[in-house]
């Protein structure tokens, strides 16, 4: 055993952590998450997902009271959608983006108040991403269409949590209009953008990340850093795991997140967060007597 900790709130993110590669959460991670909030320790999905847009898997999780949505610019009461912390780009930084993204051959799509929102034109480009069906199909599912999303944001008037900006692969694995992108977002430095797996590209206000939301949770939960443990496998999570007292990540993790981490465990396929709970003493192994 690692050592046992303090342990007070585990956070994970869920596409590559806590779901398997058909988006389903393995019976045994299932059980050890349900057991340590049995045991009053918070069990918190981190995830760039909008609320609108929680795995199924989340709502039969039982003991979850709040998740961290949109890489940390929203935190919410996960039973009554209730909006406890937002800090969204405000429009007159996010609308010239838009404008300037808008054009290519992408999907970028706003979340907002919890929503998600794409560009009608663009529903054909779902069926091109490279990406597992589950995943395409989250996509269709949680997108609401609209003809013209700078219209509509601005009629609408509210700050936006979150861009998601996913790309079309061409044979050699190039993504179509990602250099593009980057250009544009060079020109924005009051906006953050990071990968968010599926080789997309995340955008939030600047200094918002998962690890923002966490430090505003555990402060409003009264448990520092040092009693969390943090699990991820993409860019998007690599600030969390930085800032939690123990940061671990999975085995099927992105480079620099295995580097940034305390501990890497086994893939999201392999109950991953399962063995490294037991590592550190947050939960029992077989044979084990608390």
């Known amino acids: 055993m ?15 952590t806590v779901l398997d590669d058909h988006k389903k959460i393995l019976p045994q991670t299932k059980a ?34 709040y998740v961290l949505t949109c890489n940390g610019a929203g935190v919410y009461e ?25 054009p290519l051959p992408v ?22 991403i490279r990406a597992p069906e589950e995943l395409k199909e989250y996509i269709r599912r949680s997108r609401t269409l609209v003809p013209n999303l ?18 079309v692969e061409d044979e050699e694995g190039r993504r179509q209009g990602y250099d593009e992108v980057v250009n544009i977002l060079s020109r924005y430095p009051q906006l953050n953008a990071v990968s968010g ?3 997309n590209i995340e955008v939030t206000k600047k200094g918002i990340s998962k690890a923002s939301g966490l430090l505003w949770l555990g402060e ?3 448990i520092p850093p040092q009693e969390m443990i943090a699990f991820g496998d993409s860019g998007n999570d690599l ?23 305390d501990f890497v465990t086994l893939p999201n396929t392999e109950n991953g967060i399962v063995y490294a709970l037991q590592k550190y003493g947050v939960v029992l192994g077989e044979g084990e007597e608390r």
């Open 32 to 65: 050890a998450l349900e057991s340590a909030a049995g045991r009053g320790i918070e069990i918190v999905p981190a995830t760039g997902r909008p609320y609108c847009g929680l795995s199924s898997e989340i709502d039969r999780l039982q003991g979850v009271r």
């Open 197 to 199: 797996g599926m080789r």
């Open 2 to 16: 690692q050592g046992k900790r303090s342990i007070r709130l585990i956070a994970f993110d869920l596409d590559g």
């Open 107 to 128: 999907m970028a799509d706003p979340f907002v108040k919890g929503e998600a929102f794409m560009n009608k034109k663009n529903r054909p480009l779902v069926e091109r």
């Open 150 to 167: 700078v219209e509509y944001l601005r009629k609408r008037g509210d700050e936006v949590e979150k861009l998601t900006i996913n790309f």
């Open 78 to 102: 996960k039973e009554t959608g209730k909006c406890r912390m937002e800090s969204g780009m405000s429009l007159d930084s996010f609308l010239p983006l838009l404008a300037e993204v808008e």
């Open 239 to 261: 600030e969390m795991i930085k800032a939690a007292g123990v940061g671990v990540a999975m085995g099927n993790a992105e480079e620099e997140v295995k580097e940034a981490a």
């Open 220 to 222: 409003f939960l009264g």
